[in-house]
């Protein structure tokens, strides 16, 4: 049997192992109802914004770096350190048997937004978001692959997931479905240096905390 790992997948190679289709057109409001922020949020934003902007004068931000300064900071003011929500970090997933074909895939996610007070089928937790983040220096394109690969794991007990891929600067959701096929929706780049792009993402991040 072929072992992969699902860091080294192109994503030609997780539309034939797993069968994706990409859905166009996907817009925010569609999916999700987006609140006004704070002016407390708006503060913690521009913050969050300058210190990713510190690191990023010198050199490009680790992919360390990148969850620490930005991604963390935005999943607190969001309420994912909140009961019932809990994060987890560096998680290795169970491997994936690829149907029809002598392959399995490895690997371990980055981060994923579990709602402890939901089960998904079987008693499973129910995943709220998945995020894959890059370095700075990387397009959070790139990490599509391992998302939907991560993803595809939790849609076998559940009917939908939230993702995103980020390099701290550019955040990139996706709205990933179960089905037969499954399907994917690539929503709009949104960016934290951008001020009125940064109030979105906070929106939409809260959106999904309370979906």
Known sequence: MTVLNAKNLTLDQVHRLFSF??????SFTSLLSLEPITEFE?????QTRN???NHLTSAAASEGQVK???????????GFYRYPLQVMVEE????IKVTDEETSITG????????QARLSSNNVPFWVLVIESKNSSISPSMGLPQLLTYAYQSLKHQESVWGLATNGELYR???IQAGNPPTYQLLPFLSLT???SSIQLLQVLKAIAAN
């Open 173 to 175: 959701f996706v709205y």
């Open 21 to 26: 289709q990409r859905q166009y057109d996907g």
């Open 108 to 115: 371990r996610l980055d981060i994923v937004g579990i709602n």
């Open 51 to 53: 210190d990713l902007e």
């Open 42 to 46: 708006q503060q913690e934003i521009t």
């Open 194 to 196: 951008d001020s009125e």
């Open 92 to 95: 290795g997933i169970a491997r």
């Open 68 to 78: 620490l300064v930005a991604v963390g900071p935005l999943l607190r003011l969001a």
